[in-house]
């Protein structure tokens, strides 16, 4: 167990909806981080916040958005779904920044487009 | 920009060594990591090496670095069917935000 925690493990909606997913990162982690894995595609890197503010955008789309609330929780949220974003969607955090810090990985959320 | 490849699928005996290869392209890299990811879970760090270092041994993991040519290699001795998963190669700069992962290798250990 990592200690990072997602919710909710499954997601099944249709194209057109929207969603929230949930991270709660390790006890004392200041970053967080989002990924996309996807057969086709591997792992992406989304985007990252560290204590409330955002530091580092990757593959994101502009139908996503994200965002680290003041007790650190952070939550992504996907609009306009479309069947391609069918994916396991993972949150990280880490202490600090990036560089030596070790990611501790959460379970995942994988979401099922239909 | 930045980029880690991997070679998508190794395939080994049990018993035998696995050898997982990386490449990178930013010279600035200090830190190289190397994931490990189960199924039906997420990444979890296996070992990382510094830039300044050739080599890192802990127990059945080797990891050589060679920065001349910006390319990581994970050993794995004695491979076991219980190593069946997908390796990911990462790198981070000091002061860089994000680290950078390769696609994974998928490795299957045949019994």
């Known amino acids: 167990d990592s200690g990072v925690t997602q919710t909710p493990k499954h997601l099944i909606t249709a194209t057109g909806q929207r969603v929230t997913l949930r991270c709660s990162p390790r006890?004392?982690?200041?970053?967080v981080y989002w990924y996309q894995q996807s057969l086709d595609q591997g792992l992406q890197f989304l985007i990252q916040y560290y204590n409330g503010e955002e530091r580092a955008k990757g593959n994101i789309l502009e139908r996503f958005s994200a965002q680290q609330f003041p007790d650190l929780h952070s939550e992504l949220n996907l609009s306009s779904l479309e069947l391609g974003d069918s994916a396991l969607y993972f949150c990280?955090?880490?202490?600090?920044?990036?560089?030596?810090?070790?990611?501790?990985f959460g379970p995942g959320t994988r979401l099922t487009v239909l | 920009g930045e980029d880690v490849e991997q070679s998508l699928f190794l395939s080994v005996r049990e018993g035998d060594s696995s050898v997982i290869n990386c490449t990178y392209t930013?010279?600035?890299?200090?830190?190289l990591y190397w994931y490990k990811q189960e199924p039906g879970a997420g990444l979890q760090l296996l070992t990382y090496?510094?830039?300044?270092?050739d080599m890192k041994q802990d127990q059945r993991l080797t990891v050589l670095l060679n920065k001349k040519d910006k390319h990581l290699s994970l050993r794995i001795a004695d491979t076991q069917t219980g190593d069946s998963a997908i390796y990911f190669c990462a790198e981070s700069s000091t002061g860089g935000f994000k680290t950078i992962f390769g696609a994974g290798t998928r490795l299957f250990v045949k019994a």
């Open positions: 090496i510094f830039s300044n270092m």
């Open positions: 006890s004392g982690d200041l970053s």
């Open positions: 990280a955090s880490s202490v600090g920044l990036a560089g030596a810090n070790e990611q501790f």
């Open positions: 930013d010279s600035s890299s200090t830190y």
